[in-house]
């Protein structure tokens, strides 16, 4: 079709769509920091620099990114296609490639090589080197975080992005020099050692964690499968994200053979949680690093690492791949006064959004505007067929789930961790110690979040993490024989928590509950 192009898995690029793929990006990332079409603008879209009524107050949420709530996958729709059209801008007919995080490739190997190389060799007769614009964004200005909190995210004009172990954390004197210690620590081991380090963390999150149930079978419980099993949530308000979810599965835990839903947004929160710095809590090959705070990891700062957009891209197609599967390509239903409905739930209301405001598919998805009346913004509305959009996916197919489980399994809650009480993103895990002493890592729950949540009173709606782990292959004596424990795994008490240890340390005494109502 004229005017439509392909968006292709990164790896199954040409040789000269690839070239043209950097080209792009270079552009962008060299224009003035101030232009519509710069990378920096763009990804200031997401978080900070802060802008409206977030500037300097945390009540208020400073970044235009929908998260926690039913606009998460319409936005970021809007949001990708924004970048695509500035990357179209400088080289006419490219197309946004997404990182498959699902294929065998990053099942067994993790990132995909073109974002942990340093330098880019055109494969034109040039041959010319360059600084790859996919490692990571230097910053041409300023961003100063103006609000209190545990950590400042300024950043200085010359900031280089980083990844998982690095930290970007440099916001005062004081981290800075730690982070400067902690980087020259990195940096000794060499590019190789901590690409590899990168790489067994995004394996260990994509394969991780299993667990061996009565029958001594292997029980996948990693993002990989939460990927797939995300395409059979019901309907789209559930399917958005976590807050909307994690109501679903609390007033179905007695319906009989129920189990969970798993949201679009809950892996996808694992995979930030994975390049930006943190564990999979309890996998012995992988050390903690005390230290790594990637920007990745953050909601304040994710999006100037360049291999957000190829996350999102994948996200995307998640998106539509659920679509094609619930035959959703042209409409979609949001359930009107459900949790995740609302401006207030979780992150709190972007700037211009007024706090209690109802969220439809008429909602605005700013900044971003209307192709055809630059006067107003675009709404979910508009952006539910993508083919209205200018793109199609070279592999729209839902992936296979895994077999359905033909029994329903005791499912394990935790709820009563206060997300206003941490600082920034973290890992909730789930432990059951076995009648023979054994410790074992039943699931996680990754929380992507931003640092200032404390402080945010217009935010205050569905704060409480809420998280289901299904114990597959157990049966409802067994479990209630098991002792329960869970772990938090924040950016501040990341050691001693590998194994489980200090469970509760800064959660507020989470509440553990087995549930068999439904068995």
């Known amino acids: 079709m004229d005017g439509v192009v392909t968006r292709k898995n990164i790896r199954n690029l040409t040789p000269e769509e690839l070239d043209n793929l950097v080209r792009a990006f270079v552009a962008i990332q060299q224009l003035p920091p101030h232009d519509p079409n710069s990378f920096f603008v763009i990804a200031g879209y997401h978080g900070e620099p802060f802008r409206g009524a977030g500037y300097a107050n945390p009540s208020w949420w400073g970044g235009y990114c929908n998260h926690g709530n039913v606009l998460f996958p319409t936005w970021h729709r809007a949001y990708i296609l924004r970048i695509e059209r500035a990357l179209q801008s400088q080289v006419p007919g490219v197309a946004m490639p997404y990182w498959d995080e699902t294929e065998e490739f990053s099942l067994k190997n993790g990132i995909p090589p073109i974002f942990l190389q340093k330098t880019y060799t055109f494969s034109d007769n040039t041959s010319r ?9 230097k910053f041409q200005a300023r961003i100063t975080d103006r609000l209190d909190s545990d950590a400042n995210y300024t950043k200085p004009v010359g900031y280089e992005t980083v990844r998982y172990p690095f930290s970007g954390l440099v916001g005062t004197p004081l981290d800075a020099e730690g982070t400067l210690i902690h980087n020259q620590e990195m940096l000794e081991k060499g590019g190789d050692v901590t690409n590899q380090m990168l790489n067994d963390n995004v394996v260990t999150w994509l394969n991780f964690s299993s667990f061996k149930n009565s029958d001594g079978k292997m029980v996948p419980a990693g993002v990989n499968d ?21 109501r679903w599965n609390d007033d179905r835990l007695s319906e009989t053979g129920f ?40 909601n304040d700062t994710a999006s100037f690492d360049p291999i957000f957009f190829f996350h999102h891209c994948f996200i995307d197609l998640m998106f539509w791949r659920w679509q094609v599967k619930h035959n959703q390509r042209d409409s979609l239903e949001i359930i009107q006064g459900y949790p995740g409905t609302n401006s207030v739930d979780s992150q709190g209301p972007t700037p211009g959004v007024a706090g209690g405001t109802w969220l439809t598919l008429d909602s605005p998805l700013d900044p971003f ?18 083919a209205n959009l200018g793109y199609v996916y070279d592999y729209p197919e839902p992936p296979l789930a895994g077999p359905p489980n033909t029994q329903p399994a005791p499912i394990l809650t935790v709820s009563s961790i206060n997300r206003a009480t941490l600082g920034g993103s973290f890992v909730v895990s789930a432990w059951a110690n076995l009648e023979n002493s054994e410790k074992i890592l039943v699931g996680t729950e990754a929380v ?40 938090l795994h924040t950016r501040m008490l990341n050691r001693g928590l590998r194994d489980g240890s200090g469970p509760q340390q800064g959660a507020q005494n989470p509440t553990i509950k087995l549930w068999t109502d439904h068995l």
């Not at 505007?369 to 993508?386: C, L, M, W």
């Not at 945010?456 to 299904?470: G, Y």
């Open 226 to 246: 939460k990927f797939k099993n995300c395409l059979e949530a019901p309907n789209y308000t559930v399917f958005s994200n976590t807050t909307s979810a994690q």
């Open 369 to 386: 505007k209307h192709p055809h009346d630059p006067t107003r913004a675009i709404t979910s509305k508009e952006v539910v067929n993508i």
């Open 448 to 487: 992507l979040s931003r640092w200032h949540v404390t402080g945010c009173q217009n935010c205050q709606n569905h704060l409480e993490v809420r998280a289901h782990f299904p114990m597959e292959g157990w049966s409802k004596e067994e479990t209630e024989k098991m002792r329960f424990e869970v772990g």
């Open 129 to 137: 080197t360059i600084p790859n614009p996919l490692f990571s964004y």
């Open 259 to 298: 189990q969970p839903i798993v949201p679009l947004e809950s892996p996808h929160n694992s995979i930030h949680l994975a390049v930006g710095g943190f564990n999979v809590p309890g996998k012995d090959n992988v050390d903690q690093v005390a230290g790594a705070n990637g920007d990745m990891g953050e």
